[in-house]
């Protein structure tokens, strides 16, 4: 869904002017930041969404018309390249952090997307570069490498665009807020919920009007929408420059996350002293540049072998004459150690994160092939576009969520005069429960969707697509309950400095997910032949999701066995912590 839209949401305190050399000048006649910065945020956000989503929305139905890849190849193309968008979060945040700022990464991921767009427009407007249609998808003519290679460069760029957009968009515009005020806070509220009201507006634009134009006018006019959208977004980014609040990058907490993992290895012989531990780690006050940073106090049993990373062998040959250390590489403190151990601890309840997306990326790709060889007439002449089946699981999602906040929680609260929340924990068996549901539904459907398309002789199904939206909307649930929960578990469990960190962690379970996707269908084609054919009635898809079906019950039994008990922290989470759940689930949706 992206990243990261939403989920870098952190809030550090970065007092430091940036440099000359990497922010633009500054101007001294208006105050910086606030609303006067953020209409720019919001229009370059707006526009960038509209181009982005349209393409994610639409993606396998142009791959398999345009380019006529086939079952496998269409599938690995989609889920690698997924995989890889989010992936490349990991490697914008650290850019973000440590060298480029927010506006010079949100700017470079901007143009990279316009690049990509535009690549994708030309495969679509010159018909060299693509082979020709097949819409009677036999005797299909193959894409040559070259053909091939311009259109996975185009991925390329819009990879990169996506790595350097998601960690960073909703962050610079909290950066314009000063949080360490009660207006600032207010600020930054209000501005959460135009940004959810711009997101949703361009978000319903892009699954119907654009998408509707490229599968039903003119993949050119459709490519060149977004491609214009995008242009206009960098545009609005650039007029608002000397409105911004620019902050210093100051160091990636990836990188503290290396040296703990190098000097706890160097170390790993030697011995800490568990009850004695003030007087053997390193463990100094924060520095004035993070002086109002969460001080994380040390943590002991779980994960202990890591305080080895802090300890302190001998002070003379280890640290300076101020007390600091020599070698960053070999001694680290322990607010670095306790980072290191947040993320370790989360890793068991991300591993079940990796099995709720691995389900929920079936519908993406299967699932609008399934409405590909359906009826999808409405009266006499118009026809529902493929790509308008997704915007069944957003809609499922976002009445969940009206239902749940609005009429769920004020009536539990009535009856048994407690808080009305769902635990974390039964929301996310909620959300796998719905995946096990959803693969079986799914098989049901396109066990009777190819039979009467063979029945009848044809490439197309004389069902009706309707009979598809009860595994869609299961999948818009498996993402209210599941995937929102993993979010919200994520995001309060890792300390305020590691807010880009969680929503990092957060895209790579849905990389991998993607990723993990890709591997079984592969292994499942080779193996069986029930996917993988350019003419999904030649292909027993419902033993496919029957297979996804138990992959998802063994994260049920997994979670229920392990997962969950890692679960604890989250417990005590208060309503304060809620608001997490809307802002996870329209981050999904961005990705």
């Given at each position: 869904m992206a990243a990261g839209e939403g989920l870098s949401l952190s809030t550090e305190v970065e007092d430091q002017p940036p440099p000359p050399s990497s922010s633009p000048p500054t101007s001294g006649r208006k105050k910086r930041g606030g609303w006067r910065a953020i209409k720019y945020i919001l229009g370059n956000e707006s526009f960038e969404k509209l181009a982005s989503m349209s393409l994610i929305a639409n993606i396998t139905v142009y791959l398999h018309t345009r380019y006529n890849l086939e079952g496998v190849m269409l599938v690995n193309v989609v889920q690698i390249w997924s995989g890889t968008c989010n992936i490349m979060t990991l490697f914008g945040a650290f850019l973000s952090d440590a060298y480029l700022g927010r506006f010079n990464t949100l700017l470079f991921g901007s143009i990279a997307s316009l690049l990509g767009m535009a690549t994708f427009t030309m495969t679509a407007g010159v018909s060299e570069v693509a082979p020709t249609p097949c819409p009677t998808a036999e005797n299909c003519e193959q894409a040559q490498n070259w053909q091939l290679a311009i259109l996975f460069g185009g991925l390329a760029l819009l990879a990169i665009g996506a790595g350097g957009i998601r960690p960073c968009n909703i962050a610079f515009g909290a950066d314009q807020f000063d949080t360490t005020t009660k207006k600032g806070r207010a600020q930054l509220e209000s501005f959460f919920n135009w940004w959810y009201f711009s997101f949703t507006v361009t978000l319903v634009i892009a699954l119907t009007a654009v998408v509707y134009i490229q599968s039903n006018v003119s993949w050119v006019v459709g490519f060149a929408i977004p491609t214009a959208c995008l242009a206009i977004s960098i545009t609005i980014f650039l007029f608002g420059q000397h409105t911004y609040i620019y902050h210093e990058p100051k160091g990636s907490v990836f990188v503290d996350v290396v040296k703990v993992s190098v000097a706890a290895f160097h170390k790993r012989k030697e011995k800490v002293d568990e009850n004695n531990w003030r007087s053997c780690l390193y463990d100094p006050e924060l520095d004035e540049l993070r002086a109002k940073t969460e001080k994380l106090e040390h943590s002991s049993g779980m994960f202990a072998c890591l305080d080895k990373a802090a300890l302190i062998k001998n002070p003379a040959e280890e640290l300076d004459e101020q007390g600091k250390p020599k070698d960053k590489w070999r001694l680290c403190s322990v607010q670095q150690?306790?980072?290191?151990?947040?993320?370790?601890?989360?890793?068991?309840?991300?591993?079940?994160?990796?099995?709720?997306?691995?389900?929920?990326?079936?519908?993406?790709?299967?699932?609008?092939?399934?409405?590909?060889q359906m009826d999808r007439k409405i009266g006499s002449s118009f026809e529902v576009p493929p790509g308008w089946m997704g915007l069944t699981s957003m809609l499922a999602l976002s009445l969940w969520i009206l239902l749940y906040e609005q009429l769920y929680i004020p009536q539990a609260k009535k009856i048994t005069k407690k808080d009305g929340r769902m635990t974390m924990r039964l929301r996310i068996n909620l959300g796998i429960l719905m995946s096990i549901i959803c693969m079986i539904v799914a098989g049901i459907i396109e066990k009777k969707r190819r039979s009467t398309a063979l029945q009848n002789h044809t490439f197309g199904s004389p069902m009706r697509v309707g009979w598809l939206l009860p595994q869609f909307i299961l999948s818009g649930m498996v993402e209210a309950f599941g995937a929102v929960a993993i979010m919200e578990y994520f995001t309060v469990t890792l300390p305020d400095t590691m807010r880009t960190i969680a929503g990092s962690i957060f895209f790579l379970s849905i990389s991998i997910g993607s990723y993990t996707s890709s591997l079984i269908v592969t292994i499942v084609h080779r193996l069986t032949g029930w996917v993988g054919n350019h003419d999904l009635n030649e292909d027993k898809l419902e033993r496919y999701y029957a297979i996804v079906a138990c992959i998802a019950l063994l994260n049920l039994v997994y979670f229920n066995v392990y997962g969950c008990k890692y679960l604890s922290p989250c417990n005590k989470i208060s309503d304060s912590h809620e608001p997490e759940e809307e802002n996870s689930s329209r981050s999904r949706h961005s990705s």
């Open positions: 150690v306790e980072q290191l151990k947040g993320l370790v601890g989360i890793a068991p309840v991300w591993i079940t994160a990796i099995g709720i997306f691995l389900t929920m990326d079936q519908q993406s790709i299967f699932g609008i092939l399934q409405a590909i």
